[in-house]
Structure formats: C-alpha cells, structure tokens
T-cell receptor, first 113, second 114 residues
Framework: KNQVEQSPQSLIILEGKNCTLQ??????????LRWYKQDTGRGPVSLTI?????NTKSNGRYTATLDADTKQSSLHITASQLSDSASYIC????????????FGRGTSLIVHP | DAGITQSPRHKVTETGTPVTLRCHQT?????MYWYRQDPGHGLRLIHY???????DKGEVSDGYSVSRSKTEDFLLTLESATSSQTSVYFC?????????????FGDGTRLSIL
C-alpha cells in the first residue's frame, strides 16, 4: 500500500530561525512529489513539485530536496516568519493511469515572535 | 488564486438527510476532485472526474456519489448522511495529471452531521 509519513508531527520555532521537515514515502512506481502549505481554515497551496530527475527545488525561502533512492524528501524553511505558521503536507503520486496522489498527515509548524 | 468556489462553506444537518456540496471552477480545468480531511489522516480522495460525465471512485467512496454535467461544476452528494461523514471537504482542480500540474484547492466545506 502506498504510504507517506511525515515528521515531526508538530514543531515550534522562533521567528528568524531555520527548520527542516521530513517526508518518507513508499509510493511506487514514483512519479512526482509535492509540498503544500495549508493555512488554518484554507485549502492547501502548492509550494514545490519535483519529479524523479530533480533533487532540489526552491520557492523563495522554501527549499525542497528529494532522494529517490532512499525515498525521502525534506522541506527547509529559511529565516522563518510568523506567516509560515501552517501545516505542511507532503504528497506523492505514483505513475499510473490516473496518478492519484497519496497525502501525508502533515507537519504543523508554529512560529513564535 | 485559482478560481474555485465551494458551497456551502459550512453546513450542519441531521443523520439520514441528503446533502449536496458544490464545487465551481472558472479555470476550465479538465480534472476535478473531492477530498475529505479528518484529524489524524491525510487528505483522502472520495471521487474524481476526468471530464464531463466521466467520474471514478477514490479511496473512500462508500456513501458518496458525484455528478459532473458541466466542465465548471462538480457535485458531491451524501445520499443519507451519517455521523462518520462529519468532516471538512475539499474540492481540487488540475489541468492534467501525472507530470508537474499541481492541484489547486478550494477553501473547503465544513460539514457537521448530528
């Protein structure tokens, strides 16, 4: 069964600090991995998308990495801001007829001033 | 922001009543999806559509039906609502599947079934 596991479940950091969120997956055959940000009461918003041949992708202060051999990804947030407080969701799609994605449970990040 | 509107945004209803949630898009995207989000679970796919009148089941489709008579509208129906269907429901759209086309999500419908 395809699975996506994220860690930590929750994280509290001070404004201005960096942090790294982890994602491990067993989805096969792999097609692509996406990181989403979900603010409270809103729908998820795409941050980055990586295919098999990509091992790093940046979007402003967000940098995602992918190791397809170990089936791990990380999302690094640099110089955190209060607005980074949200849930970060790792989503992996398998190569199939419909490419239905498998969602992780998310990491809840709280940034304190 | 992608043009996705979910209605209603909040609904409280009683067990056994029928409920219909609507997703409307202005992006002319081919693919539309319904998910539910519950504590302790990732988003789970209920049904999806790959074109007008073309739909397929997702991971948690029991108790739900869908219809898509126009490109812009995707309806989710709970024929006889149960308390286990209390959840936040998200609609998503995408231009394609597979490659790098992201899914764009609406802001959800919070459904409570008493």
């Amino acid at each position: 069964k395809n699975q996506v596991e994220q860690s930590p479940q929750s994280l509290i950091i001070l404004e201005g600090k960096n942090c790294t969120l982890q994602c491990n997956y067993t989805v096969s055959p792999f097609s692509n991995l996406r990181w989403y940000k979900q603010d409270t009461g809103r729908g998820p918003v795409s941050l980055t998308i990586m295919t098999f041949s990509e091992n790093t992708k940046s979007n402003g202060r967000y940098t995602a990495t992918l190791d397809a051999d170990t089936k791990q990804s990380s999302l690094h947030i640099t110089a955190s801001q209060l607005s980074d407080s949200a849930s970060y969701i790792c989503v992996v799609s398998a190569r199939s007829k419909s490419y239905i994605p498998t969602f992780g449970r998310g990491t809840s990040l709280i940034v304190h001033p | 922001d992608a043009g996705i509107t979910q209605s209603p945004r909040h609904k409280v209803t009683e067990t056994g009543t029928p409920v219909t949630l609507r997703c409307h898009q202005t992006e002319n995207h081919r693919y539309m999806y319904w998910y539910r989000q519950d504590p302790g679970h990732g988003l789970r796919l209920i049904h999806y559509s790959y074109g007008v009148k073309d739909t397929d089941k997702g991971e948690v489709s029991d108790g739900y039906s869908v219809s898509r008579s126009k490109t812009e509208d995707f309806l989710l129906t709970l024929e006889s609502a149960t308390s286990s269907q209390t959840s936040v429901y998200f609609c998503a759209i995408s231009e394609g599947t597979g490659g790098v086309q992201p899914q764009h999500f609406g802001d959800g419908t919070r459904l409570s079934i008493l």
